[in-house]
């Protein structure tokens, strides 16, 4: 996907402005923090549970080389062919060789949130290779032209209306009104699909390294006949989802489906572990896996590498104030939210990416709900440490903090500029106690709010007094 | 018990009358209170913003000025929040203070916290006649456990009630710097947070940080409520919620 | 060098100063340990659980004494709903009296046009009323999928209760993976559209479960 993170302060006053977004966004609020909370409740040890899943997650990045050469050996040993891509464009080059050496014209995906990083159905249909997203979300988003705004519902954004409309449209049927025959519809249509593609291109939610399996979370039964019906099954996936074992997986699966969804369990969990083996009627005949790097490396070496440890639940951005007002087209690339506000800048490049990290309030009502303990607004702040370092702020923004810290390590100096800003500040907000604009950055705040005028004296100022009365 | 106040630069600058209602709950409480004078800000500002430099300078001044200290009470979640959840990481690379900011850490408290767990109040002077709605700033909340405490010292208040609005927990939108560099979005926040605060339909909104209590009263103003009179829980508990003019007259008491 | 030898060396770098036991053995041998991680308290009686949440996930659940029972336990089901009662199952129930019970029952593959898919499964989950299906010679992948109805013969004696102990049920009686492990807790489902749930996205509207013997 196009990183367009750098005008995130434009689009998100558009998103503010429109008010079809903001009742879908509300819409998804409303749901999604009341069936996690109700689900999470389910599990009288939630905390314990949950320490246990960072702790297998942080396990998983520290020996990450051990287990994922594991997993290839085991993978390898059940018929997988394994390839290792360090760039996206790698990526896309993989698939698109592995669908000419067989012949592939049509393909059916299931939902890949890296295969949104390389831009992968582009670069396939540039290939001259029909690629149908079959996630329903996905699909939607698809026929539209537009990029998932959520990383679990692509089309959140979107109103049964709109979908209506465009189904209407693309399938040339007549116009339905209830989202239950919607869905249906769009099962009729995709289905001839996934019985004549030649290839089926997933993600993957985790890697098994005891088994050399991936596995993947769904609702929908697109995920199986992908990874079942082709011919040829391609799965996607990033360095940093592999796992120990079986256990560590059931144990994550408890959190992640509850944190994504509300769902206790998701209707299918489908762990894979080679091609299709001798007697078997079903299954492909060939099962190739591509593991990723593009970026993830970096990270790991990096000071936000608890980043990595995220299985994509969506939760944070669920529960993020500043996302539930802008949804997720606002953020510029494929992961909004908290997450997606570390790992854009961290995987396109920081100066990419600069508002994401400073668009928060460090409130952390992600780092509540993650499932596997990112601190994010830490993580946040890192980054702006890192912007600071490498001298990407504004000029104006620096000095001004300098001059602060300056000025407040000095006291005497620090009392004399804030008694005359007590003041004067007191005389302007006048009798009603409220200026109504101020300037500069101040303009930021009094376009949509007053602010409270001081009261004349500083604190220091009347202590003072106060002691000196005392000691009378 | 000698307790340090800290009251934080926005109460200096902005409203005095929650640093001394702060200094009468402790007293009150039968502290023995110091107020560092040369106190001026925790260094909270250009840490959020990534200038670690400037935040060490301030907090390396700030723990000198509170080392004799056997605790220091701070009337905010999010400038006592830095002291005791941040300073140690601000710190980290300065191995001679380790010491000295674990122990500074560990006697921070916001008010009401302290007064309860501490001091073991269990009756404040203040009066009130009417309702009250509480709003849970996202620091104080989720970095200085502060929630059944100020709600505590209100049920003490006579005449007080309280109405609970329905997502007190949900951010405001100040975020520090984030009001003024995303002004659009923090508005936007704020206006939900205030018809949450209006459906309470109560007399007053009380809070424990200046910094929420400046961003939600200005958006209140803007949206023309000008019933609701935002209060912070230190002036509630100790009485001192009389108009401004009389300001002068107590302190000089 | 690789693109393989690349990424490896990178995240050796990267977790170079890291505290670790410079020996794989370490994690090694936690992959084979395979220790579970906490579980919730979970006081509920296996049987009784299995069917309420089977119910919760939207399945329905019928019983039958004994696996001679099934064909018409399975008819019963289909008259009820008014569904179409032809279709296709798995192998080891050829010899049932499909036809006695007024069925059209074919042991073979599913095929797209099946309205109806019956299998059996490796085991059941009791804790969120899931359903473990393995791929294999004689338990097509497809046969739960494709139908618009899909019905499953469960023994009540291969009810377990977490995914932990159907792992290890797995490993002591297979060793190792087939081609596909699904766990299925119900029919499809999506809720991409306004948030709004919605039976039958791809996989089967309804999910039938007869719990065989007591």
Same mark, same amino acid.
């Given at each position: ?72 050996? @085991? ?17 896309? +080059? ?16 299931? @939902? ?72 249906? +519809? ?164 920081? +100066? %990419?990416?600069?508002?994401?990290? %400073? ?13 596997? @303990? ?7 702040? @890192? ?90 | ?7 934080? *630069?926005?109460?200096?600058?902005? $409203? ?37 430099? /400037? ?34 990481? &601000?710190?980290?690379? *300065? ?7 674990? /122990? ?37 909340? $989720? ?27 949900? *951010? ?28 309470? $339909? ?17 958006? &209140? ?7 609701? $009179?935002? &209060?912070?829980?230190?002036?509630? &508990? ?16 | ?214």
């Amino acid at each position: 996907m196009q990183v367009t993170s750098n005008q995130f302060k434009k689009s998100a006053s558009r998103k503010l402005a429109d008010p079809k977004v903001q009742k879908a966004l509300r819409n998804a609020k409303g749901k999604l923090v009341v069936a996690r909370s109700r689900s999470i409740r389910e599990l009288d040890n939630f905390e314990e549970i949950r320490e246990a899943a960072a702790q297998i997650r942080d396990l998983g990045l520290l020996h990450m080389d051990v287990l994922l050469e594991q997993w290839e050996k @085991k993978a390898v040993a059940a018929g997988t062919i394994v390839h290792w891509a360090e760039t996206p464009q790698q990526v896309n +080059e993989l698939v698109i060789e592995i669908a000419r050496k067989h012949d592939v014209r049509k393909i059916i995906k299931s @939902k890949s949130m890296l295969g949104e990083e390389t831009n992968l159905n582009h670069a396939l249909e540039a290939a001259g290779l029909d690629v149908r997203e079959t996630d329903l979300g996905e699909y939607i988003i698809q026929q539209f032209g537009e990029t998932p705004s959520h990383i679990i519902a692509p089309a959140v954004h979107k109103s049964k209306d709109d979908i209506a409309d465009l189904f209407a449209e693309k399938h040339g049927r007549p116009r339905l009104n209830d989202i239950s025959a919607l869905t249906h +519809e769009a099962r009729e249509v995709l289905r001839p699909h996934f019985l004549d593609a030649d290839m089926g291109i997933s993600g993957a939610n985790f890697l098994i390294a005891e088994t050399g399996s991936t596995m993947i979370v769904t609702n929908e039964g697109n995920g199986r006949m992908t990874t079942t019906m082709p011919r040829v099954h391609v799965a996607v996936t990033g360095i940093e989802k592999v796992v120990p074992t079986l256990e560590d997986v059931a144990l994550l699966l408890r959190l992640l489906t509850r944190s994504a969804t509300g769902q206790s369990i998701s209707n299918y969990l489908s762990f894979t572990t080679g091609p299709k083996r001798s007697g078997d009627k079903d299954g492909p005949g060939e099962f190739h896996v591509i593991i990723v790097d593009a970026g993830r490396t970096q990270v790991l070496a990096s000071e936000i590498r608890e980043a990595l440890r995220c299985i994509r639940c969506g939760a944070c951005m669920n529960h993020c104030p500043v996302y539930q007002n802008i949804g997720g087209h606002a953020y510029g690339w494929v992961y909004p939210g908290p997450i997606g506000s570390i790992l854009t800048p961290a995987l396109v490049g920081i +100066e %990419n990416a600069l508002d994401l990290p %400073n668009a928060s309030t460090l409130c952390n009502q992600c780092g509540v709900v993650c499932p596997v @303990k990112i601190p994010l607004p830490d993580l946040m702040r @890192k980054l702006r440490e890192r912007q600071v370092t490498e001298k990407l702020r504004p000029w104006a923004e620096r000095f001004g903090l300098r001059l602060w810290a300056w000025t407040a390590a000095r006291p005497a100096v620090y009392g004399f500029l804030t008694g005359i800003a007590a003041r004067v500040g007191k005389w302007i907000g006048g009798a009603g106690g409220l200026l109504h604009k101020l300037p500069a950055a101040g303009s930021e705040w009094t376009s949509g709010r007053d602010f409270p005028a001081p009261r004349g004296k500083t604190f220091r100022q009347l202590y003072a007094r106060h002691r000196k009365g005392a000691r009378r | 018990m000698k307790v340090g106040l800290f009251v934080t *630069c926005l109460v200096d600058l902005m $409203r005095p009358s929650i640093g001394f209602a702060s200094l009468k709950l402790l007293e009150s409480a039968g502290c023995e209170v110091i107020v560092p004078t040369r106190q001026t800000c925790c260094g909270q500002p250009g840490y959020n913003s990534g200038d670690r430099k /400037a935040a060490q300078d301030l907090a390396r001044k700030l723990i000198a000025e509170f080392a004799g200290c056997d605790y220091i009470v701070v009337p905010s979640g999010s400038c006592g929040g830095m002291i005791r959840a941040h300073y140690p990481e &601000l710190l980290a690379e *300065c191995p001679e203070l380790t010491a000295a900011v674990a /122990a500074l850490a560990r006697k921070t408290y916001e008010l009401t916290d302290f007064l309860v767990n501490v001091a073991r109040t269990t009756s404040v002077p203040g009066q009130f006649s009417g309702s009250v709605t509480y709003h849970d700033s996202c620091s104080g909340l $989720r970095e200085m456990g502060v929630k059944t405490q100020p709600r505590f010292l209100l049920s003490k208040v006579a005449g007080l009630t309280i109405r609970e609005m329905d997502q007190p927990e949900e *951010c405001c939108g100040f975020g520090g710097t984030f009001a003024v560099k995303y002004g659009e979005i923090s508005t936007r926040i704020a206006d939900l947070k205030c018809e949450d605060v209006q459906s309470a $339909r109560a007399d007053a909104l009380v809070l424990g940080d200046l910094g929420c209590m400046l961003n939600i009263e200005g958006r &209140l103003r803007r949206r023309g409520d000008t019933n609701t $009179r935002v &209060l912070h829980v230190a002036e509630v &508990l100790a009485g001192m919620t009389d108009p401004i003019q009389d300001l002068d007259r107590r302190t000089a008491d | 060098m690789s693109a393989r030898e690349n990424i490896l060396a990178r995240i050796r770098e990267a977790n170079g100063g890291k505290e670790r036991a410079n020996d794989p053995g370490t994690i090694l041998a936690r992959l084979d340990a395979r220790v579970r991680g906490p579980l919730p308290t979970m006081e509920w009686e296996t049987q009784t659980r299995f069917r309420e949440r089977c119910i919760a996930m939207m399945s329905t659940i019928g019983e039958a004494e004994s696996i001679v029972e099934v064909p018409r336990a399975v008819a019963s089901y289909l008259k009820e709903k008014n569904l179409p009662t032809s279709g296709a199952c798995w192998p080891e129930f050829a010899a049932l009296d499909w036809a006695g019970a007024g069925l059209a029952v074919e042991a073979r593959p599913s095929r797209g046009d099946d309205k109806l898919g019956i299998t059996g499964a490796f085991c059941a989950l009791a804790e969120n009323g899931t359903l473990m299906l393995l791929s294999g010679e004689d338990t097509y992948a497809t046969t739960s999928l494709l139908p618009e109805n899909h019905v499953a013969v469960v023994p009540a004696s291969r009810i377990v209760r977490t995914m932990e102990d159907a792992w290890d049920l797995l490993r002591r009686e297979r060793g190792s993976l087939p081609r596909q492990v699904n766990f299925v807790s119900g029919p499809s489902r999506t809720a991409d559209i306004e948030m709004t749930l919605v039976l039958g996205a791809h996989g089967p509207f309804r999910v039938h479960v007869i719990v065989v013997g007591v």
